[in-house]
């Protein structure tokens, strides 16, 4: 209770308790020897706008107990009249509510806060896009949604564990909310997908915002002792140019995500309306794939490859086809990155080496000279730790030598993990493998690491034969290639030879094989069968 002047004239037991203070130490004195500097001023405005005219008071004040400690009460404050109506006194009825607060703030939490980061959730993250979607309709202004998701985050998990796969998400959900400016809403929208919310910003700068996060996220760190480098893709939607609710901007944002993995990943696009019908195939696609081996939509396609010395048929390349029952067949360049996002890749690369396993043993029982056959691999079966164990057992299984199957990766998978790869190209030498590295030269092209791999062949991308004939920097590059693998004991094969100039020309060069249309286009398995046959009546086979 206080006098008029607010001065304190008594404090019960439980003020002491609550408090700290004993009842000596604040008679006398104003409550302000409470405060704590956290409760808003506007609370006080109002207190004191009400208690001078008589009025009551209800509210929340944070204050300081004695010790230091910070505590929140629910006040209620009334004023006293004598019997001529005049106010004399003040009382104050508080009730410790800090446990209630903090209890509150923890339910709280868990509702709209993700545990693993700290930031918003999807709950949260929807309705504060619905909140900043009315301001900006009521404003007539633009909200942006920023979609982003980690690119190959799923090998993470694969190869350094779940803990690894944890640091590496609250790591890049810091990253996003340092590199964002402090009033945009950031989320972690769903496993390793992140979500910000950008008002009243143009299309060029909300880009800005997106590549310069982008490179934020693509920084090397260090988890568990490996220094990881997760790039990753970014998805931009516009209301109301292209979407008018919460949920619908969010999915269109997501859609120009996926758009961005299905053209290489590690970029950011813009929502277009046809992006809608061309992620919805995709998404069809992506299940279609789960079950297309078991369904028999899968098949494989050999090319025949060349000696351009002799002539003699070398070998072939296996090319997976989908004959799709509705689009029929489907594009590997549209299929492939699909089945690599949704994971059912690797189980598509082993039926891949068991189907051309078994085909060379039904040429073997035909009678066809032993061939080799080159197998692609993708980043994701590479990485596996006991890759080359289980393509082994494979082999064992169908009784066909290693020695038949010439490993093809890409440079980009090469490189990706220079050390790991070593140790892998190097195991499968040692079981019998041959090992191509394809598309040599359209990426990095490290030299210091190509030295050290055991490779057997350099296939030279189409894009330096494609324009051979017309484009003398092309004859430098293909011919620099050659001399380079040569040099490293590598032999060379060139791809996507369309005329006979270019066979002419690669030979020029010193080139060991090539393959491609004029040739032989890829052949289904009799039509490949007749095709060495006629192969062996005019050049014998090498």
């Known amino acids: 209770m206080t006098d008029i002047d607010a001065s304190i004239v008594y404090v019960n037991k439980a003020f002491n308790e609550v408090s700290g203070y004993g009842a000596q130490e604040v008679l006398g004195r104003n409550p302000r020897v409470l405060q704590s500097g956290l409760t808003p001023q506007t609370t006080y405005a109002d207190m004191w706008t009400k208690l001078p005219r008589g009025l009551p008071w209800q509210g929340e004040l944070i204050n300081r107990r004695k010790n230091g400690q910070v505590y929140t009460e629910n006040a209620s404050l009334y004023p006293v009249r004598d019997v001529f109506g005049e106010v004399t006194h003040y009382v104050a009825h508080m009730e410790d509510i800090t446990q209630r607060r903090e209890a509150e703030e923890r339910i709280r939490a868990l509702s709209n806060y993700d545990t693993l980061t700290g930031l918003l959730n999807k709950k949260a993250f929807d309705e504060q896009l619905t909140q900043a979607i009315d301001r900006a309709d009521a404003s007539h202004e633009r909200v942006s949604v920023l979609w982003f998701d980690l690119d190959n985050f799923k090998l993470v998990n694969e190869t350094l564990g779940h803990a690894a796969g944890d640091e590496l998400l609250l790591e890049m959900g810091n990253r996003l909310r340092a590199c964002l400016a402090p009033h945009i809403p950031v989320a972690r929208y769903s496993g390793d997908a992140f979500t910000a919310i950008v008002p009243l910003a143009d299309q060029a700068a909300v880009a800005l915002l997106a590549q310069d996060a982008l490179a934020q996220l693509q920084t090397t760190l260090q988890i568990h002792g490996h220094a990881v480098s997760v790039s990753a893709s970014a998805g931009i939607a516009v209301y109301p140019d292209d979407a008018r609710t919460a949920s619908t901007l969010a999915s269109a944002a997501e859609v120009a995500m996926y758009r961005v993995k299905q053209d290489g990943r590690n970029g950011l696009r813009f929502f277009a309306p046809e992006m809608q019908a061309h992620t919805q195939r995709s998404l069809e696609l992506a299940a279609g794939l789960k079950d297309a081996a078991h369904r028999g939509e899968l098949f494989l396609v050999f090319q025949p490859q060349r000696k351009l010395g002799s002539g003699a048929l070398a070998g072939a390349e296996a090319l997976l086809r989908w004959r799709h029952p509705r689009w029929g067949l489907v594009s590997p360049a549209e299929f492939i990155p699909i089945a690599e996002q949704s994971g059912s890749i690797v189980a598509i690369d082993f039926w891949v080496v068991e189907q051309v396993a078994q085909q060379l043993r039904a040429w073997d029982a035909a009678g066809l000279p032993p061939l080799v056959v080159a197998v692609n691999v993708s980043a994701a079966q590479f990485a596996r730790p006991h890759f080359v164990e289980e393509l082994v057992r494979i082999l064992q299984r169908m009784d066909v ?129 007749a095709f060495v046959r006629n192969a062996q009546a005019g050049v014998e086979l090498a």
């Not at 490189?415 to 493998?433: C, D, M, S, Y």
């Not at 090992?435 to 490290?446: K, P, Q």
Request: some cysteine; overall charge negative.
């Open 401 to 529: 030598s290693p020695q038949r199957i010439e490993v093809e990766l890409t440079e980009a998978v090469a490189l990706k993990n220079p050390e790991q790869a070593e140790t892998t190209i190097r195991r499968l030498h040692e079981v019998g493998f041959r090992v191509a590295l394809d598309d040599f030269g359209t990426g990095y092209s490290s030299m210091s690491y190509l030295k050290r791999y055991a490779i057997d062949k350099l296939k030279i991308d189409q894009s330096f034969v494609r324009e051979l004939a017309h484009q003398a920097s092309d004859q430098a590059i293909v011919t620099a290639i050659i001399k380079m693998a040569h040099s490293l004991r590598m032999a060379t094969i060139a791809e996507g030879v369309e005329t006979a100039e270019q066979a002419a020309l690669l030979q020029a060069c010193g080139c060991d094989e090539m393959q491609g249309y004029w040739y032989s286009r890829p052949l289904e398995p009799v039509a490949f069968e």
